[in-house]
């Protein structure tokens, strides 16, 4: 089994792991969870945050609206609170074809 499917099945990244694949500063992260109330990462006995896939997933859609879209945290967050359905389903689909294509450039590189 692949790395990547090891990761696909984790229940939990830590703070570290999530700042490697958002490459963002844990203080970012921070803010953000500070700042979207959608974002609840469990804390263990030591304080540590830990990252369900659903807080990854709202990660995802919080990162591409201000990074990619250009929104501001309050747009963003009037955003996510009006139109939560259709962010949720946008996003499979990215995602989806995000896995389609590292699927294709992989049989490629195996022709």
Do not use: H
């Not at 692949?2 to 992260?29: C, H, R, W």
């Not at 967050?77 to 389903?89: P, V």
């Amino acid at each position: 089994m692949k790395d990547k499917d090891l990761e696909i099945n984790k229940l939990y990244y830590s703070m570290g792991e999530v700042t490697k694949m958002f490459d963002a500063n844990p203080s970012q992260i921070r803010f953000y969870e500070k700042e979207f109330d959608i974002l609840k990462p469990k804390k263990n006995k030591k304080g540590n945050r830990l990252f369900s896939q659903k807080d990854i997933g709202n990660l995802k859609i919080i990162f591409s609206l201000i990074k990619e879209k250009g929104y501001t945290i309050q747009g963003a967050r009037d955003y996510l609170r009006n139109n939560k359905k259709e962010i949720q389903e946008s996003q499979k689909i990215i995602d989806s074809l995000e896995n389609l294509k590292t699927f294709l450039l992989e049989v490629k590189e195996s022709l």
